[in-house]
């Protein structure tokens, strides 16, 4: 089959590689309809190049239909259409039957200290083939598959993978208020989908991002925008002060993570451990701060004394200066973390299965692609070219 694999820093190609086969009774196969592709990838593509290994495929939302099913798995049927969690999780675990899925005991990856394995994302995470490609074998698929109708087109369905519950999960962390206020810093796929949710839930939202095309589709939804472009990023306290009489947010999501625009240092670190050999950028990487922290320190100057901090985007370094005093002083509360997708994909689908596509899902996608125009979407997707917010590869 044709499968998208990470070859180095920045090279990502389209190879031919072995069909997947069904390898233990729980596992399923699926042939993948669509893929997206997720700032979550960006940071396989550079900064955490030192965790991957050339030739892994990468990819973790996948949707298809289902090929192969091993014996212990029941509920699925050759033929049934499943949209695929980016967190593979057992379901019967102590971490899964509490709701924690992305923390699953039977996937965790102990050796690396980290929780439960993904789809597509490096020897941290298990090393587990991803689906940007043509078939895909889902380990656990007695458990992770979300079957849902046939009908609709797939983008209808796509985004359970990963987009919608991570938004959800940020909502649902930030704990907005009623009548309050959220901040939804980074309008990329999971900003925009924060911020649709928020809005659908009768919520004032302010998304804030430096790409104009990006605020645009969150403000035809009905966000207020702020465009920091140009803008001291420490200035963005004062603005979001301003508009919330003097306060600041009752809760702010982080949809950014460590790539953020904004502050040089971090910058050539990131550069750098990017082009160490693994051996001593691996210990680099997880022990020392290599992260941008722009956008986290935003979140906490952007919230109200006694507000919410709720982060979805990813950090990947250990002791990097946090804004300890203002955290402390300001009395916030925190919370953050992979996507536990299963938790919250049932009252999703709901929403999803109403007629009117109330969250845009169908027109969410900017770009359909072929896998074969991967290495040239990762590209723009990374230097935010052509209007390319959500790419959707057809395999
Ligand atoms: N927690 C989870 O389960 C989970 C799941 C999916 C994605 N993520 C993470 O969420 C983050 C966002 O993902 P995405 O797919 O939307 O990625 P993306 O890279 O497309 O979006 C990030 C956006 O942030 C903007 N930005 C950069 N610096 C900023 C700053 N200082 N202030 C405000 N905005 C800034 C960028 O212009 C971009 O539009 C990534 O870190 C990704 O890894 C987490
Ligand atoms: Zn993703
Ligand atoms: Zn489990």
Redesign the pocket.
Known sequence: MRAVTWQGPKDIRVDQVPDPTIQEPTDVVIRVTSSGL???D??LYEVLGPFMTPGDIVGHEPMGVVEAVGSAVSHLDVGDRVVIP?NVSCGHCFMCTHDLQ?QCETTQNTEQGTGASLLGYSKLYGQVPGGQAEYLRVPHGDYGPIKVPNGPPDDRYLFLS??LP?AW?AMDYANVPDGGTLVV????????MAARIGLHRGHRVIA????PE?LARVAARGAETID?SGMD?GDLGDRVRELTQGRGADSVID????????SGGAKTLHKLVGLLPDAVAEPLMLKAGIDRL??LN?AFDVARRGGTVSI???YGGATDPMPLFSMFDKQVTIKM???NVRRWSDDILALLNQDEDVLGVESFATHHLSLDDAPEAYAK?QA?EDGM?KVVFRP
Do not use: N, W, Y
Request: proline share 2%; charged share 15%.
């Open positions: 997720c700032g979550s960006l940071h980016f992305s990963d987009v991570t999960q810093l980074g309008a990329g796929p999971i900003g925009d804030v991002d430096l790409v990006r920091i990023t949809a950014v993570g460590m790539e953020a625009h904004g722009a956008a935003s979805s985007g990813v973390g992979q996507a997707f935010k917010v």
